[in-house]
């Protein structure tokens, strides 16, 4: 069966309240299921706007629209506003996703602090960020988080040890092509990732003759043919929650017409399981279309006698 996980990473204040619930609301609808990841501390969003002279951010920004999607407020959370606590204020919306019987996990503590800290960050530095999101993830749901899924990609070697250290059953930290146990400099970590494959809207949009009336055909001509080992497409709930979500619509009606099972992480890691053991796969730091910066890619396969 053709198989294809949902991966929701809610990144603001805004888009836990307004496009989560949306999102939840739109797969009950069409049957589906889907991981959520939330970012439980302060939303900082504002802050971001540091990356200006990182090559190819501005043009990202022009692309996408930020400003339509996010909103003004959201863009002075942290700098003219105070960012507003997510995990305590959103708490209801959360468990409301879990109890409709989604996956739900940790994306960060503070999204802007992680995604433009955490490369070169200390060991320290690295376990206070993400004890603080587990630590709420357990205040609010009441268990441990079993997903992680890390803010725009971007981990470390300790960040990556700290899956395996703080309990995590499976992470979505890097982009690549199936699911693999990731060497990181060499060591192996016992946490599996499950890549995402797909390249997200945002990096589409905007480039190519791609606009929001075509994208959905674009990304379901890269679904047509029959993954080998399924596919893992992450939305955000501040775009395809909100502004895109007749895009949403239209890739749902799309890859059921497909053939796909649309599933959570879990699930798809579960299938992958049933056909043999994971590959050892290196993980590293790259760039891909459409994104600026660098973040965590699947990188050479390994055999076990390699290992």
């Known amino acids: 069966m053709r198989t294809l996980a949902l991966k929701v990473d809610a990144d603001t204040f805004r888009g836990t309240r307004e496009g989560v619930p949306r999102l939840a609301e739109l797969f009950r609808q069409h049957g589906c299921g889907a991981t959520f990841l939330f970012s439980l501390g302060p939303d ?4 971001a706007i540091k990356r200006a002279l990182r090559p190819g951010f501005m043009r990202k920004v022009s692309r996408t629209s ?18 507003p606590d997510i995990g305590r204020r959103c708490a209801g919306e959360l468990r409301a996703v879990r109890d409709a019987g989604f996956e739900v996990g940790v994306h960060c503590w503070d999204h802007v602090v992680w995604q433009d800290g955490v490369e070169h960050a200390a060991p320290a530095w690295v376990e206070t960020q993400m004890r603080a999101a587990t630590d709420r993830f357990q205040e609010v749901f009441g268990v441990p988080p079993k997903v992680h899924g890390a803010a725009g990609w971007q981990m470390n070697r300790h960040a990556l040890r700290l899956t395996q250290r703080l309990g995590f059953e499976y992470a979505s930290d890097a982009r690549g092509s199936y699911p693999f146990l990731p060497l990181v400099e060499g060591e192996p970590i016992a946490c599996p990732q499950v890549p995402s494959t797909l390249p997200t809207l945002d990096e589409m949009i905007g480039v190519d003759g791609v606009d929001e009336s075509n994208v959905a055909s674009r990304v379901l001509d890269l679904t047509a043919a029959e993954p080998e080992h399924g596919h893992v497409f992450t939305l955000h709930a501040e775009l395809e929650g909100m502004k895109l979500a007749p895009v949403m619509q239209q890739l749902l009606v799309g890859w059921k017409a497909q053939g796909y099972a649309i599933v959570d992480i879990g699930q798809l890691l579960h299938a992958a399981r049933a056909t043999g053991s994971l590959p050892h796969c290196r993980i590293e730091r790259g ?3 459409g994104r600026s910066g660098t973040l965590m890619l699947q990188g050479a396969r390994f ?5």
């Open 303 to 307: 055999t076990n006698e390699q290992c």
């Open 66 to 83: 930020v400003v339509s999607h996010y909103g003004l407020r959201t863009l002075l959370y942290g700098t003219l506003l105070p960012g």
């Open 44 to 47: 900082h969003t504002g802050r």
């Open 287 to 289: 760039s891909i279309p």
